[in-house]
């Protein structure tokens, strides 16, 4: 494929876990579209290199497939320093990577429990601090922008450990925000509410399931994956260069409460 015309990040490196589909594939695709050169992680090298090919290509070189567990710590250091390695350095990190497993709490079992935290807290935890090592040594003035959901902040029964690990990324960005500001590295979160991808198939796929989940939405329809990547791009780039430790809400306004917008209360 042609190099892009925009060149919004051209030149800068950016590592994004979880992004061999959804969110992470979109926002790949939207910082390469801008002139960046990626490195894509995910526990399967085939579907990296899938997306791969629909990169459009830049200057600097090839992007990176950077294959690994984000919930293992060996993993962890070596895809980031293969990444850091082969791009040339690092600029940006996106932590997309992250899944869920429903179950009544009482049912739960300790090994999905702690399965989700490994990936979307552990694995969090462990890309940052690979990055802001990296940074601090080279005195890069980093961005970390960690994808969360609504259900940060909005309960999830049935999902408690999806829901608990969310809550825990909110507060791993505004802790890393605060200690790490005064260096001038940004550390910031986007929550999608629902969003069309391929891990909501079952109901982005049925009419009535599809119908039943917008009505619950004050726009009245579901996200794309590219105006989530859209967000990540803009929390990454100097529009954003004063904003750090937030949270920014892309939910077509779940998190307003929708039940309220008819005044049933008073």
């Known amino acids: 494929m042609t190099t892009s015309s925009r060149s919004r990040f051209k030149g800068q490196k950016v590592l994004i876990t979880g992004a061999s589909q959804g969110i992470g594939e979109a926002t790949a695709l939207y910082f390469a579209q801008e002139g960046a050169r990626v490195a894509l992680n995910g526990r399967k090298e085939d579907k990296l290199l899938a997306v791969r090919e629909n990169l459009p290509k830049v200057p600097e070189g090839d992007h990176v497939i950077a294959a690994g567990d984000i919930s293992k710590e060996d993993d962890v250091a070596a895809l980031t320093a293969k990444s850091i390695q082969e791009m040339g350095g690092l600029d940006v990190l996106v932590c997309n990577a992250g899944y869920q497993i429903p179950s009544p709490s009482e049912d739960i079992s300790l090994a999905d429990f702690e399965g989700v935290m490994a990936v979307n807290v552990t694995g969090v935890m462990l890309a940052c601090r690979e990055a802001l ?6 005195g890069i003035k980093g961005r970390i922008v960690v994808n969360s959901s609504v259900h940060q902040l909005i309960p999830k029964p049935h999902y408690l450990g999806y829901s608990a690990s969310k809550g825990a990324v909110g507060n791993i960005v505004r802790t890393l925000a605060l200690e790490y500001a005064s260096r ?74 929708g039940d309220f917008e008819k005044n049933w209360s008073s």
């Open 184 to 257: 001038g590295i940004r550390v910031n979160a986007v929550a999608p509410g629902a969003i069309v991808t391929p891990i909501n198939d079952s109901w982005v796929k049925d009419p009535q399931q599809y119908e039943a989940v917008s009505s619950h939405i004050p726009m009245k329809r579901p996200g794309q994956s590219e105006e989530i990547a859209a967000t990540v791009g803009f929390l990454a780039a100097t529009e954003s260069s004063y904003i750090t430790g937030q949270t920014l809400y892309v939910d077509g306004g779940l998190t307003l409460y």
């Open 133 to 138: 090592r990296y940074w601090l040594k080279e």
